[in-house]
T-cell receptor, first 110, second 111 residues
């Protein structure tokens, strides 16, 4: 099946700083999702982005499917951005069976 | 829409007991997924359904686990008998052919 790797594994930011999280995947994909798992354990959808760039407020994401990676940008970070960020891609040959990366744990401090 | 609904939110049980987790997908979604999250293994897919039919159960750990989807608005994941190593957060998700949306999860503790 597809392999999904995320970097960095851990990240500490001061409030107001910007950051870039990376997701590499081992095979071509027809969709990719970014999630934020907040400190209460909820998985919140951030982006559904098979290719191209999308923006939502302070967050944006870019997927370059031909080069098998996706980037999540967080600008002007806030303490509420803390948590774990996951990317997930479907296994080869299926549009449904998502494989999750191991996540980037982000802590935003005052 | 209320989103994906799961119950119970927390379950504490003793080894050997039967545990049933419940999920109501988003109305109109035709795919439903059960995931398990642990510190050791991360998020892993257990089973998924399309149009109430199980498509892939290769992630189900063993015969103690079973899942059903009797209709488009309800699914159960049953563990019988439960073991301490089943302790985890179990998520249900649904989709309409693309983006998946997750429920709040059920935190299961087996003593």
């Amino acid at each position: 099946g597809i392999q999904v790797e995320q970097s960095p594994p851990d990240l500490i930011l001061q409030e107001g700083a910007n950051s870039t999280l990376r997701c590499n995947f081992s095979d071509s994909v027809n969709n990719l999702q970014w999630f934020h798992q907040n400190p209460w354990g909820q998985l919140i959808n951030l982006f559904y982005i098979p290719s191209g760039t999308k923006q939502n407020g302070r967050l944006s994401a870019t997927t370059v499917a031909t080069e098998r990676y996706s980037l999540l940008y967080i600008s002007s970070s806030q303490t509420t951005d803390s948590g774990v960020y996951f990317c997930a891609a479907p296994n080869t040959g299926t549009a449904s069976k998502l494989t999750f990366g191991t996540g980037t744990r982000l802590q935003v401090t005052l | 829409d209320a989103g994906v609904i799961q119950s119970p939110r927390h379950e504490v049980t003793e080894m050997g007991q039967e545990v049933t987790l419940r999920c109501k997908p988003i109305s109109g979604h035709n795919s439903l997924f059960w995931y398990r999250q642990t510190m050791m293994r991360g998020l892993e897919l257990l089973i998924y359904f399309n149009n109430n039919v199980p498509i892939d159960d290769s992630g189900m750990p063993e015969d103690r686990f079973s899942a059903k989807m009797p209709n488009a608005s309800f699914s159960t994941l049953k563990i019988q008998p439960s073991e301490p190593r089943d302790s985890a957060v179990y998520f249900c998700a649904s989709s309409q052919g693309g983006e998946q949306f997750f429920g709040p999860g059920t935190r299961l503790t087996v003593l």
